[in-house]
């Protein structure tokens, strides 16, 4: 599994998107951040998955990242991100066990993970990590799932991982959104029905979680924009193979 920036992924992507448009003759503007992430939605087939934790409080979750499988674990239709420890990487490289220690000096609640997760646990209930947080886009996303991880060990995190990976990939279905084609999405509402059938805890906040993922967008992936990688076992992206031949 390799990883790489978010902002590198993003900046690339919507050059990509760009080139389209340009070859169609339209006039080049510069790209915004919010511009790059509407593209790598319009790209990626499916949902986005933040893994949320504190690398000393969930030390198996750290593990578990740290020895690469996360990226082929979260299956096609998914592409998985984190906070990474350090050296964030413009090109794509093998993960390192280091890579998943990010905030490793910080308390739970002073960790970026913890602010996330509490956005799922509204008034005093203190938030529940690790978790996973899934999200239908990056760009104003409009529905939001947090998946409750239970368990300490990396064996443990890595089995329930695969099967809330596994359950959200089987809820992808065909849609079409802005065009006539059809692209690949997650319903986020058929994978909070199939949790609730494998008996796996999750939280939504208010109407297919708009508040959290609201949150998520406006707030919460610009401030932790420069430390999120995506871990990335394959081309996910088809187009990510012509980041190569950028000029």
Not at 60 to 67: K, L, P, R, T
Not at 100 to 128: D, V
Not at 159 to 184: G, L
Not at 214 to 228: E, R
Request: hydrophobic content about 40%; some cysteine.
């Amino acid at each position: 599994m390799k990883i790489l920036s978010l902002l590198r992924l993003a900046e690339d992507v919507g050059y990509i998107a760009e080139g389209k448009r340009n070859q169609l003759g339209a006039i080049q503007d510069a790209r915004t951040f919010e511009q790059n992430l509407a593209a790598v939605d319009q790209y990626h087939r499916g949902a986005y998955a933040f893994i949320a934790f504190h690398p000393v409080a969930d030390n198996g979750v750290a593990e578990y990242i740290g020895e690469g499988s996360i990226g082929n674990d979260a299956g096609s239709h998914i592409l998985a991100l984190f906070l990474q420890g350090d050296n964030v990487p413009g090109e794509p490289r093998d993960v390192r066990s280091s890579d998943a220690l990010f905030g490793i000096n910080l308390s739970l609640e002073e960790h970026p993970a913890y602010a996330l997760a509490n956005k799922f646990f509204p008034g005093a209930t203190r938030p529940q990590l690790p978790g996973i947080v899934f999200v239908n886009r990056l760009f104003e996303p409009t529905s939001s799932i947090y998946v409750v991880l239970q368990g300490s060990d990396k064996q443990q995190i890595r089995a329930q991982c695969r099967t809330v990976f596994d359950a959200a990939n089987r809820s992808a279905e065909k849609t079409t959104e802005n065009s006539d084609a059809k692209i690949w999405r997650i319903d986020l509402d058929r994978f909070a029905g199939r949790l609730f059938e494998l008996g796996v805890p999750y939280r939504r906040t208010g109407k297919k979680g708009v508040r959290s993922a609201a949150f998520i967008a406006s707030t919460w992936i610009k401030k932790n924009a420069g430390s999120l990688v995506v871990a990335i076992p394959k081309l996910v992206i088809p187009q990510l193979g012509k980041l190569e031949k950028r000029s």
